[in-house]
């Protein structure tokens, strides 16, 4: 996957998808909201991921919700 606000690590099982948009702190935009549906469903179908671990990055906060500097 190309991804530009998540990064997808899988191993033995465990798919580990982060948010990474720490400088927003970890705010949701459209490419944001996107990307996290097409790692979704992607993640539906890969019967070699029993588990998916979902973190973020940076160390001010997990995620603030949608991004308000994309709304009109």
């Given at each position: 996957?190309?991804?530009?606000?998540?990064?997808?690590?899988?191993?033995?099982?465990?798919?580990?998808v982060?948010?990474?948009?720490?400088?927003?702190?970890?705010?949701?935009d459209?490419?944001?909201?996107?990307?996290?549906?097409?790692?979704?469903?992607?993640?539906?179908?890969?019967?070699?991921?029993?588990?998916?671990?979902?973190?973020?990055?940076?160390?001010?906060?997990?995620?603030?919700?949608?991004?308000?500097?994309?709304?009109?």
């Open positions: 996957m190309d991804l530009q606000t998540l990064t997808y690590e899988a191993a033995d099982g465990v798919a580990v982060t948010l990474n948009r720490p400088e927003r702190h970890n705010a949701f459209g490419t944001m909201q996107e990307e996290l549906r097409a790692t979704w469903q992607a993640l539906r179908s890969d019967d070699a991921v029993r588990c998916v671990v979902l973190t973020a990055a940076g160390d001010q906060a997990f995620c603030t919700g949608i991004d308000r500097s994309e709304v009109p």
